[in-house]
């Protein structure tokens, strides 16, 4: 019985030193060199091989090695194969800090000021309470979850959104399409922390900009998709929009020539927002095998007809 890793080879040799301690028994590859690929049964992989079931046949658990699989090809993936995305403490942690400097940094009018400092211009805006300014989720999942409560500490008043309907104290919990006008017309301040699935490409559209409070604020942490580019500068430019931080783009990286770049009202991140930590992502694998053998459901399981 074997582990096999297949992604960036610096982060693996990190992986493979959490893992000796972790599952000492495990003996632990790193791609191309997979040992006897018919030991395989564990692989843990931004983007599986075309061949997967030919090049291991005896795989039980595919692991993305990152917190959406929209980049998976599926199709290779037999439906006996559990797919399990990344849900480890790392990838949480960072988009916390990464969604609280946005919106903090949206708040507080940090980019004026940053431009104010290069004029030599010390004109001082009114600082409003954060208890005044409305921020909102799409989605409630493993990271929508953990950005709430911690916006809530500063005072924001907080709602989320999601598929199904669900609770969170302190937290307006809006679901479905019925209730996303009610969701944007509430929100100053909206994070975009859905998956990328058919039913959410191109959430991010003149449709629901307008929806919005006019002045609104956009962070987009979710995926490039998510995003109808032309329909952002658009309501930007004509006011609908004060502010946007893009983290997510399609293509990535963002061609050169692109607005986004140079645009005054858009912060733009080549994608960092978050990244699987090998330590604590070694941690949930573990957990999860764990779990597996012992007949518990694996956390982060991805049910592919849903999409997540
Ligand atoms: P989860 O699968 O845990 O949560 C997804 C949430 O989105 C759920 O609340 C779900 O609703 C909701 N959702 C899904 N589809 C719809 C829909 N059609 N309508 C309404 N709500 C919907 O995902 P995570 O929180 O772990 O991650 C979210 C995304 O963040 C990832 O897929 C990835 O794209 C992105 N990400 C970005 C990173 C970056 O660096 N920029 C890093 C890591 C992740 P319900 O609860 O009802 O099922």
Redesign the pocket.
Known sequence: MSFVYKADPVRGAEWAEFFARKMPDMPFHIWPDVGDARDVRYLAAWQPPANLMTDFPNLEVLFCT?????HLDLSVVPDAIPIV???ETG??S??VE?VTLAVLSIHRDWKTYLEQQRERDWTAHRVRPASSRRVGV?????????VLPRLQSFGFSCA???????QMDGVDCY???DE?GAFLKRTDILIC?????D??RG?LDKRLFDALPRGAAVIN???GG?LVQDDLLQALNDGTLSYAVV??CEPEPLPRHHPFWTHPKVTLTP??????QPETAVEAVVANIRRLKEGSPMI?LVDSA???
Not at 138 to 146: E, I, K, N, T, Y
Not at 271 to 276: D, G, L, R
């Open positions: 990152g917190a959406g699989i929209d995305r990344m849900v990838i949480v960072g988009m990464y799409l989605g409630l999942g493993s990271l929508g979850r953990a989320g959104w999601s598929r199904f309907p669900q679901a479905g399409a996303m922390l859905v998956p990328l699935t039913s959410t959430i942490v979710g995926r998510h983290d997510v994608h960092i927002a978050s990244m699987t982060g849903r999409g997540y």
